[in-house]
């Protein structure tokens, strides 16, 4: 299974990450310092992802954060894991991933979610109406956001920068519906599989027996996004997990905040419906050593057929997730391929 791992992608979706008694701004750091660490690495792309009024999550302007990290950085692949479209024109996004793209040239992706990452409350305040939060109006949005990039149907409006200025666009999604509209566009399809594993195996069922070839793929190509966590022992490893499973309880409960540390998480009182809840959250991701993570991402690949993994590491200190990712490029994939 190990080989296994090798012979696929490997990529890394951060979520800035702030932790307890830090600030964003030295979560945007740390975030941009594994930026240019994975880039070094080998990892294929590096995505951002848009979350809004969560405490612990940093990366709520997706365009402007991937901007610096283009500065940053000078080959991997940027983009975003997503922009929630339901949150914005597509005018807007258009313009802002045209100018990323006619600034850095064939480093652009533009990953696209139908969900609004938030709460109702919070994406309302984004979209100021209620026009347009529905998922029932996201295919006629998407299409309009594909024709600001393409000019197919010329009307009154020109994106610029935008038009001739494509990104390469995905579709994300938790669920069947995105994995179905990507299969029908000829779109590539990332899974969110890092907080949806039981719905993995029949969303990328159901986009790949509903993919039409197009003129942005042949045949269908699929990601699967999932939480991984590597240290020098399985010990250690599940030791660091402890924030992000308490963060995510925490969040799922209407209580969002930082990270806390690995000691603060360990002491938490759970009650055993809260044990339970976190164990089943770590099903069917990879936490562990070397060895351990290499088991688990290789079984995840003979489960899913998966094109590329997506890694994200959402661990306290910015050194243990520098050195997960290392630790994965060294021990489980062999070394990454330069020319992937």
């Known amino acids: 299974m190990a080989r296994r791992v090798i012979d696929v992608p490997m990529s890394v979706l951060d979520l800035a990450p702030v932790a307890r008694g830090a600030t964003a701004g030295e979560a945007l750091r740390h975030t941009t310092e594994l930026a240019r660490r994975t880039e070094e690495l080998g990892y294929r792309r590096f995505w951002v992802a848009e979350h809004h009024n969560m405490p612990a999550i940093a990366s709520s302007a997706p365009a402007v954060l991937l901007a610096h990290l283009a500065a940053n950085t000078s080959t991997i692949r940027l983009g975003s894991g997503g922009v929630m479209l339901p949150n914005h024109a597509p005018l807007v996004v258009a313009e802002q991933f045209g100018t990323l793209e006619a600034l850095h040239p064939g480093r652009i992706d533009l990953g ?158 759970y009650s055993e419906l809260e044990r339970e809840f976190v164990a089943q959250r770590r099903d069917g991701q990879a936490t562990g050593s070397p060895e351990t993570v290499a088991r688990q991402l290789g079984a995840l690949l003979e489960r899913t057929g998966s094109d590329e993994l997506m890694l994200t590491t959402m661990v306290y200190d910015v050194a243990d997730r520098v050195r997960s990712f290392e630790l994965i490029a060294e021990k489980v994939a062999g070394g990454l391929r330069r020319d992937a």
């Open 112 to 269: 696209i979610g139908r969900a609004p990452g938030t709460d109702q409350v919070t994406a309302l305040a984004l979209r100021r109406t209620m026009e347009g939060l529905s998922a029932e109006h996201f295919p006629r949005e998407l299409a309009d956001l594909m024709n600001y990039f393409s000019g197919a149907e010329p009307g009154p409006i020109t994106a610029t920068p935008g038009r001739g200025q494509s990104p390469a666009v995905w579709l994300l999604g938790s669920s069947g519906f995105s994995a179905q509209l990507a299969g029908l566009l000829g779109l590539p399809f990332s899974f969110a599989h890092h907080f949806s594993a039981q719905h993995t195996i029949p969303a990328l069922q159901l986009y790949r027996d509903s993919f039409r070839p197009s003129q942005w793929l042949d045949r269908p190509y699929a990601m699967v996004a999932v939480n991984a966590i590597c240290a020098d022992t399985d010990e250690r490893a599940q030791w660091l997990a402890g924030p992000a499973g308490l963060s995510f309880l925490k969040l799922r409960s209407g209580r969002p905040e930082p990270l806390v540390t690995p000691k603060e998480a360990a002491a938490y009182p």
